[in-house]
């Protein structure tokens, strides 16, 4: 029997994901419970201490979370439709990589840095652009957004070397 065109590019199925995301929200509701329980999530004498309503928030992300995997595993029909095709999981890769890149650059040389290389490497890369477009683009948009955030604002954002020496 031949399979249609999107199931043999299929990444993944709805079925797959589903549970994917199940066990992930219940993790994050774990964390949320664990960290609500170590700050307090009872009820003081002047009222709910600080983890009182995270607790329960978490709680609810948690029997929501398990009510959805139970019902994906024990279900006799899943959905095994394509979540995702190949072609659409390479499009949202090539931006989702580049962007943890970023992330991870921003702790090592500031935001502002991280933001010039992200941008202009978008702009090379993806949109084909022309070096002489890309300088004033990648230059000009970090500094808006450091005399806007430090200056202006003075809402302090994460500084690498270059910001230290020049005293921010």
Not at 62 to 69: D, E, K, Q, R
Not at 90 to 98: F, N
Not at 116 to 121: L, Q, S
């Amino acid at each position: 029997m031949k399979q249609r065109k999107s199931d043999e590019d299929a990444v993944t199925t709805h079925h797959t994901m589903e549970i994917a995301v199940a066990l992930m929200f219940a993790a994050l509701a774990v964390v949320v419970m664990i960290d609500s329980n170590r700050v307090g999530n009872g009820w003081a004498s002047d009222g709910p201490e600080a983890g009182y309503f995270p607790f329960y928030v978490g709680l609810i992300m948690f029997i929501s979370s398990a009510a959805i995997l139970i019902a994906n595993l024990v279900s006799r029909t899943p959905n095994r439709s394509t979540f995702v095709e190949r072609g659409q999981f390479v499009l949202v890769m090539k931006v989702l990589i580049p962007t943890i890149v970023f992330v991870g650059l921003i702790w090592l040389i500031g935001i502002y840095f991280a933001a010039a290389i992200f941008i202009a490497f978008f702009m090379y890369w993806l949109g084909k652009y022309p070096i002489q477009k890309i300088l004033p683009v990648a230059i000009l948009i970090p500094l808006a957004l450091f005399v806007m955030f430090e200056i202006w604002f003075l809402v302090p954002l994460p500084k690498g070397p270059v910001e230290a020496m020049l005293g921010y």
